[in-house]
């Protein structure tokens, strides 16, 4: 596809469950980023990915967080005993290159109940 | 730390009027400035971007948006909106050669019919 896509589009989990949100970026871009955007704030930045190797995920919340990309394309965002604190959009951007324009994909709404 | 204020929360005018959105940010060096946008059902998506050059940036749909670096504004105009410019706008900034992306809380504009 043309975008960044991003699956399930919505996730309704139960407390203590552990979920994993997927993000396919736009084909042959190297930079990929996960934000997560709760209601009423601006998207919030939690991991980059240069290639396969995560260059900063200073913005990952707790431990509970993780992220993987391990052929350099598709990421998974896993999320371990998730809380209802956990619920938000979290949204996954990609970019040609670390330093050019980022394109986000249309997010997974998690509702942790 | 970075950080990104958005003066208006939600602003309503009708349509022809003019609009002026205000973001101000803090950092102290050289920065990636930008302002994305988010209509109702859709996801984010680039209205303009300022990197270096002339502060004065023209984006999609008429938007501009000046960056004055005396006064840590990156300010967002329109003379004459429409009512297809409902959605809310997201003011970001990134320090040069950093990755993440640090946005505002938003602000919500509804054009009146």
């Known amino acids: 596809g043309a975008g960044v896509s991003q699956t399930p589009s919505n996730k309704v989990t139960e407390k203590g469950k552990y979920v994993e949100l997927r993000c396919d970026p736009i084909s042959g871009h190297t930079a990929l980023y996960w934000y997560r955007q709760s209601l009423g704030q601006g998207p919030e930045f939690l991991i980059y990915f240069q290639g396969t190797g995560a260059a900063d995920d200073s913005g990952l919340p707790n431990d509970r967080f993780f992220a993987v990309r391990p052929e350099g394309s598709v990421s998974t965002l896993k999320i371990q005993r998730t809380e209802r604190g956990d619920s938000a959009v979290y949204l996954c951007a990609s970019s040609l290159v670390p330093e050019e324009t980022q394109y986000f994909g249309p997010g997974t709404r998690l509702l942790v109940l | 730390a970075q950080s990104v204020s958005q003066h208006n929360h939600h602003v309503i005018l009708s349509e022809a009027a003019s609009l002026e959105l205000g973001c101000n940010y803090s950092y102290g060096g050289t920065v990636n400035l930008f302002w994305y946008v988010q209509y109702p059902g859709q996801h984010l998506q680039l209205l303009l971007k300022?990197?270096?050059?002339?502060?004065l940036v023209k984006g999609i749909k008429g938007f501009e948006a000046e960056f004055i670096k005396s006064k840590f504004s990156f300010n967002l105009r329109k003379p004459s909106v429409q009512w297809s410019d409902t959605a809310e706008y997201f003011c970001?900034?990134?320090?040069?050669?950093?990755?993440?992306?640090?946005f505002g809380k938003g602000t919500r504009l509804h054009i009146l019919p």
């Open positions: 300022y990197f270096s050059g002339d502060p």
């Open positions: 970001a900034v990134n320090a040069n050669r950093d990755d993440k992306i640090i």
